[in-house]
């Protein structure tokens, strides 16, 4: 394992180029990828865990949460849904208000006791120090079905808006109106770009992503049919238990488009783990990690060099030329 520096912000494991040679298909993760999406999920992340808080732990401090700390959760392997995110920081402030702890310092020591099994890693801790949240896991009764705990009910209405909220699950918004979080998300892939991995790639462009189908869609607008949809993934319309790291859903793209080598890119460490299990599997395959659109893009940078990470790029822009450079 050699990391190699060969261009500005471009960073390669020159071990792997003969394997990088044989790439024939290249495969997104979404958030924080093909989207920057710090002033959508992650404000959706924010603004839920303030209004839960208030109205249902009558706990008025606003504006606890920092995306460092959502980056936190997510760099622990086990976070790649963001409702999951919005629950573990919800406990945390519950937690921190019962022991009369500063939240910032409590939830750091949350963050270092989470793991790959996401919230169950978080309930566990609490457990452990004995601090009974057992009231707010109640009335937030999550994961649980759909449209059956609160959380996720007000979290989707935030993001979505009303219209393309009643679209997706075809009822009416309880808790908010108007028009969603979703709308401040920021296209990173453009026209310029698709066509480059066109012609590198051909048709073998997918996406395995946490988000659903209609929600990628309507961000990317007309790029979205850019990519391979019959074998793309969208893993908020699949069942839980399909979420990264678990490597189905990419084993499932891979096998689709008939690929021999694959290129993986993400942000996070779920899209690392899960990248990793496909390629252990006897699947070849890359990872790229994306670290410029992080909250502190030089710790994302440290997070990939230290666990390895094939390809590291600040953006997918740099794509085309690492792959010309190997």
Do not use: W
Request: some cysteine; proline content about 3%; aromatic content about 8%.
């Amino acid at each position: 394992m050699i990391l190699k520096e060969i261009g500005e912000g471009i960073v390669i494991d020159s071990t792997k180029i003969e394997k990088m040679k044989n790439l024939d298909s290249i495969i997104f993760d979404c958030d924080g990828v093909l989207i920057d999406v710090s002033n959508s999920y992650d404000l959706a992340i924010k603004k839920t865990v303030d209004f839960i808080t208030k109205e249902m732990a009558q706990i008025n401090e606003s504006g606890l949460v920092t995306t460092k700390m959502i980056e936190g959760f997510k760099n622990s392997g086990g976070f790649n849904d963001e409702i999951d995110v919005t629950y573990a920081l919800i406990l945390g402030i519950v937690a921190a208000k019962k022991r009369n702890t500063p939240f910032h310092d409590f939830i750091l020591q949350v963050i270092e006791n989470a793991d790959q099994t996401g919230i169950r890693s978080v309930e566990k801790y609490l457990n452990v120090i004995n601090v009974d949240v057992s009231d707010i896991r109640q009335k937030l009764a999550y994961p649980g079905k759909k449209f059956q705990n609160p959380l996720s009910s007000i979290f989707d209405e935030m993001f979505y808006g009303s219209e393309l909220y009643e679209q997706l699950y075809k009822r009416k918004p309880q808790f908010f109106h108007g028009l969603g979080l979703i709308e401040n998300d920021v296209v990173l892939l453009n026209e310029d770009l698709i066509t480059k991995l066109h012609q590198r790639f051909d048709k073998r462009i997918a996406i395995v992503t946490g988000r659903g189908n209609l929600s990628a869609k309507h961000s990317l607008k007309d790029l979205f049919k850019e990519f391979d949809l019959n074998n793309s993934k969208f893993l908020e319309d699949e069942p839980r238990e399909m979420a990264k790291p678990n490597p189905q859903s990419l084993m499932s793209t891979i096998r689709g488009m008939n690929a021999s080598v694959s290129l993986y890119v993400g942000d996070s460490m779920e899209d690392y783990i899960m990248a990793r299990k496909v390629d252990e599997s006897g699947m070849p395959t890359v990872f790229c990690g994306v670290y410029g659109t992080s909250k502190d893009p030089e710790a994302k940078k440290s997070l990939f060099e230290n666990n390895n990470a094939d390809i590291i790029v600040k953006s997918i822009d740099q794509i085309p030329k690492t792959l010309n450079l190997v």
